[in-house]
């Protein structure tokens, strides 16, 4: 019934509490299937999840040869599943409880709903405000580019971006929800394509979303359900990370049109 895939890349230091995590508040009960694919890591992953393999029967590891980047890692699950609810995980997320059965009863009772996603917290307990509207170029520029000086004057527009303005207190219908943990109807997730697989990293998640939104269905925040996000950001820490998160949204304005501001 239950389906969970976790791409991971040299994800040592997260993915050991993460798996921990998923198969402490997991019920056998949704005969799940925990699948991680590992995009050729150079560190000590592939050899936590071998060990974490050979314990369970109902996690499978799948070792590419190359970085296959997001998207395409998993759709090597997603063309094949044949779960109900299928839960796309980074391999640093963690919770304390079972948030399944929760997110579950959810989407039984939202049949109009094609994916959801839940609230989530920094490591301190602070909200990390990842629900967003469609991107403009505006609106990128105005996040990665501008001055701090510069901020206060924009504050308005900032916080539109990330639904500040609506908060994260109640649910919610979101435009572009975030990768890092979507709980997903597999048929929809089917019949939409999965992930389109031109984007290697970045903007996968908000081109899914409205995929799913243009098949009729609804993508929403669900805060009743909570987890931990490191958050590494990597588009903010490194050349490589900005320049992947430009050249994907250069594909994902081209493909779903230039809306400037």
Known sequence: MLSVAIVTYNSARSIRPALESIIKNISLSYAPIIVVIDNNSTDSCPAI?????????????????????????H????????????VICNPDIVFSADIFTPLVD?????????????KF???DGTVQPLNRRFPTVLDLFLRRLLPNVLRPF???????????????????????VSGAFMFC?????????????????????????RKVQDYGYRTVYFPD?????????MAHKSWLGTWLFM???????????????
């Open 154 to 176: 924009f504050k308005k527009r900032l916080e539109s971006y990330d639904m500040r303005d609506i908060g994260y207190d109640r649910s919610c219908d979101v435009p572009f």
């Open 106 to 118: 959810f989407m039984e009772t939202h049949p109009q709903i094609g994916l959801c996603c839940p």
């Open 225 to 233: 359900v909570i987890v931990t996000h490191a958050w590494e950001r």
């Open 49 to 73: 999840l071998e060990e974490f393999e050979n314990r369970y029967s109902f996690i499978t590891c799948i070792k590419n040869l190359s970085n296959r980047g997001f998207a395409q890692a």
């Open 75 to 86: 759709n090597q699950v997603i063309l094949t599943l044949e779960s109900r609810y299928h």
């Open 185 to 209: 109807r597999t048929d929809v997730l089917k019949a939409a394509g999965g992930f389109d697989e031109r984007y290697f990293l970045y903007f996968e998640d908000a081109d899914l979303s």
């Open 247 to 261: 050249k994907s949204a250069y594909k994902y304005f081209r493909k779903w049109g230039f809306k400037w501001w």
């Open 121 to 123: 917290l920094n490591s």
